[in-house]
């Protein structure tokens, strides 16, 4: 069963034929990402966000000539955003100080590592070892179709093909087979404490269909090497046998295990 059941589709206040054509094209990868999904494209008038969630409670997504734009409700929307990774960028360039997810990585910077981000999400740590693995190569999996729509469009958009190029994008959780033939699986899947440090955090724990346990001991048994983010109290990390790099200035650690 789909994580969600209907999807609208609309436009900025001002719009164009391009803009159009762009809505159909949405319409019609959402019709093959989850075929029993509703999709409706709205005419978007002047209407304001707020107005659209007066009569009809379903996901509102707005496309534009820039990022798509995926609203839950009025207050609650993601776009794709690269938060805080450009200040690690910056402070690595600058400072050689290199971010913590990279510094638990088992492999070189220059590596061309395959890696598998098993929890795409709002894509930040994606893009971050993107930056930083120059010559790696990724596999980006999420699980719900629209944050999955929104933030892989945005990322294609917002950065360019050189980049982009080296990222796999699929829809619904990692596969044994992909993640066997990696280098590295990584995972940030808010079993518990989702710490809200990102614009949007809060909206994807309320919305996106949580993991189990069972997630996390597949990912263990078929991947060579296992990075795991999690609240610094996660039971995850003992349970597992994780080896936990501490971090005193944060509430989130990051854990390996390696096979």
């Given at each position: 069963?789909s994580?969600?059941s ?6 900025p206040v ?5 803009i159009?054509l ?5 319409q ?6 989850v075929?029993?999904m509703?999709?409706?494209?709205v ?6 966000i ?12 707005v496309?534009?000539?820039q ?6 409700s009025a207050?609650e929307k993601i776009v ?15 400072y050689?100080?290199?971010p913590?997810?990279i ?8 590596s ?6 098993a ?6 740590d994606l893009m971050l070892m ?9 596999h980006?999996?999420e ?6 729509y929104?933030?892989?469009e ?7 093909e ?12 990692a ?13 940030d899947?808010?079993?518990e404490?989702t ?6 955090m809060?909206?994807?724990t309320?919305h996106?269909?949580q993991a ?12 060579p090497?296992?990075?795991l983010?999690?609240h610094?109290?996660?039971?995850l990390?003992?349970?597992y ?10 509430k989130?650690h ?6």
């Amino acid at each position: 069963m789909s994580i969600v059941s209907k999807v609208r589709i609309t436009s900025p206040v001002k719009t164009d034929d391009v803009i159009f054509l762009m809505m159909k094209q949405t319409q019609a990868e959402l019709a093959l990402l989850v075929p029993d999904m509703a999709i409706e494209r709205v005419t978007r008038r002047k209407q304001t966000i707020t107005e659209l969630f007066k009569t009809d409670d379903s996901p509102v997504i707005v496309i534009s000539r820039q990022l798509p734009v995926l609203y839950f409700s009025a207050d609650e929307k993601i776009v794709y955003h690269e938060n805080t990774m450009n200040f690690k960028l910056k402070r690595f360039h600058k400072y050689g100080e290199v971010p913590p997810l990279i510094a638990v990585m088992p492999v070189e910077l220059t590596s061309r590592a395959v890696i598998v981000d098993a929890t795409m999400g709002l894509g930040n740590d994606l893009m971050l070892m993107a930056h930083m693995l120059k010559s790696a190569r990724f596999h980006a999996f999420e699980a719900h179709p629209l944050i999955y729509y929104v933030i892989k469009e945005g990322i294609i958009r917002y950065y360019s093909e050189e980049l982009t190029g080296r990222i796999t994008f699929h829809y619904g959780t990692a596969c044994d087979d992909i993640v066997a033939a990696s280098d590295v699986v990584y995972a940030d899947p808010m079993f518990e404490t989702t710490i809200s440090q990102d614009s949007g955090m809060q909206v994807l724990t309320n919305h996106v269909q949580q993991a189990d346990h069972d997630f996390l001991a597949a990912l263990i048994v078929h991947a060579p090497c296992v990075i795991l983010k999690a609240h610094f109290r996660s039971p995850l990390f003992q349970q597992y046998g994780f080896q936990v790099a501490v971090r005193k200035s944060s509430k989130s650690h990051f854990g390996i295990i390696c096979n």
